[in-house]
C-alpha cells in the first residue's frame, strides 16, 4: 500500500502524544500505515539503485528510517520522530558518511534526490578541487543538472565568499552539498506511482553521484 494522509496522521499524533505506552497500544496502526508502505517504496527502489551503484546497500529493512529518536546528544527529548525517510547510500561501516539517495516525508510536505547528510570535509575539500580543475566527472554532472529542472543545488555556505568572483561559485562556497526537490504536493505522495518517478528522477542524478564517488575516492586517497 504507497503512503497515505493516515500515514502523515499517525507520524503527526504520535510525536504529539510523545508516549511509548501508546505507541505500543497502537503498533499495529504504525506498522500497517507507515512502515509498510516505506517497505515497499524501498523494495521497489532497488533495481534503480543498483543500477547506479551495485555496491550500494539495498536491504529494505537498512533502508527505512526508525521511528525512535536518539535524544542521547540532544536537548529535544521527543521520543519519536514526525520525519521519516528511505535511503541508500554504500555500508558506513567501510565508507565514511556516503552520498546516497533519500526520500523523506512528514506531515509538512516531502523532499527527494541525492546528496550527503553531512559532507566529510576531506570530501568537500575534493568536490572543491573537481570544480576548479574542471575534471570530467564534473563537467558531466553539471551538464547533467543543467539539463534538467526537477532538482536543486542546496546545501549550507560559506558565511563569507571564498570564490566570490568564480563562474562556479555555486558549487565551491557549500560547505554541505545536496540535489533536492522539495514539493507540498501530497497527491504525488500518496501516489501508487511514487517509485517510478523517484527512479526516473534518480537516473537523472545518476552523473551527479559518480561526480561524488570520485571526489570520494579522492579524498580517500588523501587521507
Known amino acids: 500500500m504507497p503512503i497515505s494522509r493516515e500515514t502523515l496522521d499517525f507520524l503527526a499524533e504520535n510525536r504529539m502524544r ?10 499495529e496502526r504504525y506498522e500497517t500505515l507507515v512502515k509498510q508502505p516505506m517497505r515497499e517504496i524501498a523494495e521497489k527502489l532497488v533495481p534503480v539503485i543498483e543500477e547506479i551503484d551495485p555496491l550500494m546497500v539495498t536491504r529494505p529493512q537498512s ?12 536537548r529535544d527529548k521527543t521520543i519519536f520522530r514526525d520525519v521519516m525517510w528511505v535511503s541508500f547510500q554504500r555500508d558506513k561501516k567501510v565508507y565514511d558518511c556516503p552520498a546516497g539517495f533519500v526520500l523523506e516525508f512528514s506531515p509538512n510536505g516531502f523532499r527527494y534526490g541525492c546528496g550527503y547528510y553531512k559532507t566529510p570535509r576531506p570530501t568537500m575539500q575534493a568536490i572543491r578541487e ?7 566527472s564534473f563537467r558531466e554532472a553539471e ?15 560559506y558565511k563569507r565568499a571564498h570564490y566570490p568572483e568564480h563562474p562556479k561559485q555555486e558549487w565551491l562556497e557549500k560547505r554541505t552539498i545536496n540535489f533536492l526537490h522539495n514539493s507540498e504536493d501530497f497527491e504525488l505522495l500518496y501516489s501508487k506511482d511514487l517509485p517510478l518517478m523517484l527512479s526516473r528522477d534518480f537516473l537523472i542524478l545518476k552523473p551527479i553521484y559518480r561526480f561524488f564517488m570520485r571526489a570520494e575516492e579522492l579524498a580517500r586517497l588523501e587521507d
Not at 143 to 157: D, I, M, P, S, V
Open 18 to 27: 510523545n508516549d511509548k505506552a501508546w505507541f505500543r497500544e497502537n503498533k
Open 63 to 74: 533502508a527505512v528510517s526508525r521511528i525512535y529518536r536518539d535524544t542521547r546528544y540532544s
Open 130 to 136: 573537481l570544480v576548479l580543475k574542471n575534471d570530467k
Open 143 to 157: 551538464k547533467a543538472y543543467r539539463n534538467q529542472h526537477t532538482f536543486q543545488l542546496e546545501g549550507e555556505c
